[in-house]
Structure formats: C-alpha cells, structure tokens
C-alpha cells in the first residue's frame, strides 16, 4: 500500500519560510491534504485538494503536489504555527485514506 | 458552526470491549460521511474506519477487520466505533472527522478526541 514520508523535524526562525514534504510513488497523480495538529487540540485542515484553502486559513499556508513529492509551504513562519504536520491521500485504488507520518515544526 | 463531540473512551483490560461514540451538530449529519482516526502515545494520525452518510457503506484498515465495526444513527447525528478484542497497541486517542463528501474526500472538521486505554 502506499507509503507517505515526511521529515520527522523541520526547524525554522519565526518570519522564515519553512517547507514540509510529503513523498509517495506518483503522488502527483492524486490530491494531497494537509493537517495541522497540536497536542490536546483538534487537528485542523489547513490545504485541500493540494493547494486550496478551508475559509479562515491564512494565505501564509500554501500547497502544492506534482510528481513524487507534495509540499506544505509556510511563509513568515509565526510562533503559533508550531505544530505537527500531517499530509493525507486516498491511495488509488484503495478504499482508505492514508497519513503521513507527520512533522514536528519548531519555530527557533 | 460544526462540531463532533466524542465520548466513551476510558481504561479497559486487554480481550474486553468499548464502544466510543461521536455527536454532531452544527450541520446536516445525513449528508455527510465520518470517520475515526486514532493517535497512539507518540505516534502520528492513523486512519481506523468510515461509514458513507447514509451507513450503506463502511470501511475499515486491516488491523480493525473483524474486531472494530463502525455504525450511525441519522436520527440521534451519532456515530459508534464499537471495539472488541482490545489490545494494548490499541491504546490512543480517538477522533471522530466529518469527511467533505458523503463517502470518501477529506477530513474538513474534527473533534478534539476520546482517549482508550488498553492496560492490565
């Protein structure tokens, strides 16, 4: 079944871009979401369909998907923003969704 | 505005049973699908199991095959994981996410979640 992979750790100073990503075979053939999580809290879907965004997320959150590799970007990174990160697909042919493993973004 | 509330999570021994519930409102429950996503101690999000809005269509991951079953009552906006066999690897967070569609989409609302302990 397809396999998601992301980087365990992404550390970024506050006001810096930071990148996540999101690796599967030809996951550009299919839409990629995005969630970001933080502990005691309910996830929340910040980039749908690869790059739009739910009402009420801020532009700073951009998506993007070709290829073998989806990207979470965040722009003028904020203290806030500190978080897990998860990427999520319906594999092709299956009748599932399937997570990332998820990324710890510390804000330095 | 939307919100999943869920309940029943709590301590059960290894072998036993737990049903965990999730509450909607906010929206209209039967046109939507949901599903259970649970996060162990430590470990990330973990897709368990779905039902389409009107119940006709359920789907699980393996490891819930044959021990957790998934069930909804439009008319109470419920749904229930029921889980039996419990193990201790089953111990986590619970959280019930309204899916965009009526079956199979993404997750656009969640709750804040229900936690299962697994423990002799």
């Known amino acids: 079944s397809l396999v998601l992979t992301q980087p365990s750790t992404v550390s970024v100073a506050p006001g810096k871009k930071a990148t996540i990503t999101c690796g599967g075979d030809n996951i550009g053939s299919t839409t990629v979401q995005w969630y970001q999580h933080k502990p005691g809290q309910a996830p929340i879907l910040l980039i749908y369909?690869?790059?739009d965004r739910p009402s009420g997320i801020p532009q700073r959150f951009s998506g993007s998907n070709s290829g073998s590799a989806a990207t979470l970007t965040i722009w003028e990174v904020e203290a806030g923003d500190e978080a897990d990160y998860y990427c999520?697909?319906?594999?092709?042919?299956?009748?599932?969704?399937?997570f990332g493993g998820g990324t710890k973004l510390a804000v330095l | 505005q939307v919100q999943l509330l869920e309940s029943g999570g709590g301590i059960v021994q290894p072998g036993q049973s737990l049903t965990v519930s999730c509450a909607a409102s906010?929206?209209?429950?039967?046109?939507?699908?949901i599903h259970w996503v649970r996060q162990a101690p430590g470990k990330g999000l973990e897709w368990v199991a779905g039902i389409s809005f009107d119940g006709n269509k359920m789907y699980s991951v393996d490891f819930a095959k044959g021990r957790f079953s998934i069930a909804r009552d439009n008319s109470e906006n419920t749904v229930h994981l029921q889980m039996n066999s419990l193990r201790v690897e089953d111990t986590a967070i619970y959280f019930c996410?309204?899916?965009?569609?009526?079956?199979?989409?993404?997750?656009?609302?969640w709750g804040q979640g229900t936690l299962v302990t697994v423990s002799s």
């Open positions: 996410a309204r899916d965009r569609s009526g079956s199979a989409d993404y997750f656009d609302n």
């Open positions: 999520q697909v319906w594999a092709r042919g299956s009748d599932h969704p399937v």
């Open positions: 906010g929206f209209t429950f039967n046109r939507y699908a």
């Open positions: 369909w690869d790059k």
